[in-house]
């Protein structure tokens, strides 16, 4: 069994700061892919931050230069540093991944359980 365990959420003022972290355990072979999303009450979720195995990084335009998403990938961790907060940011945060278990798996998409970050104004 695979899971993902967030950490980090919290009440914050605008302006300030908050630094998600993401474990994953369990059966896990490989990774590739590992991203961010978030959901506000009433709209849908939608994707914050991804980081691929390589590096690479992708970004909502709406957090774009204040949210960096990094990886450890001897940790199977990975994090969103989030700056310059702002209300509208106000959602709950789920990491997700593509995980597979054996390397004869396909990668299948496993998500966190959520935690809240609330940005007060």
């Known amino acids: 069994q695979v899971q993902l365990v967030e950490s980090g959420g919290g009440l914050v003022q605008a302006g300030g700061s908050l630094r998600l972290s993401c474990a994953a355990s369990?059966?896990?072979?490989?990774?590739?892919?590992m991203g961010w999303y978030r959901q506000a009450p009433g709209k849908q979720r939608e994707l914050v931050a991804g980081?691929?195995?390589?590096?690479?990084?992708n970004y909502a335009d709406s957090v774009k230069d204040r949210f960096t998403i990094s990886r450890d990938n001897t940790k199977n961790t990975w994090y969103l540093q989030m700056n310059s907060l702002k209300p509208e940011d106000t959602a709950v945060y789920y990491c997700?991944?593509?995980?597979?278990?054996?390397?004869?798996?396909?990668?299948?998409?496993?998500w966190g359980q959520g935690t809240q970050v609330t940005v007060s104004s």
């Open positions: 997700n991944a593509g995980i597979s278990e054996t390397w004869w798996s396909s990668f299948r998409d496993y």
């Open positions: 369990g059966s896990i072979f490989s990774i590739n892919t």
């Open positions: 980081i691929s195995t390589g590096g690479m990084t």
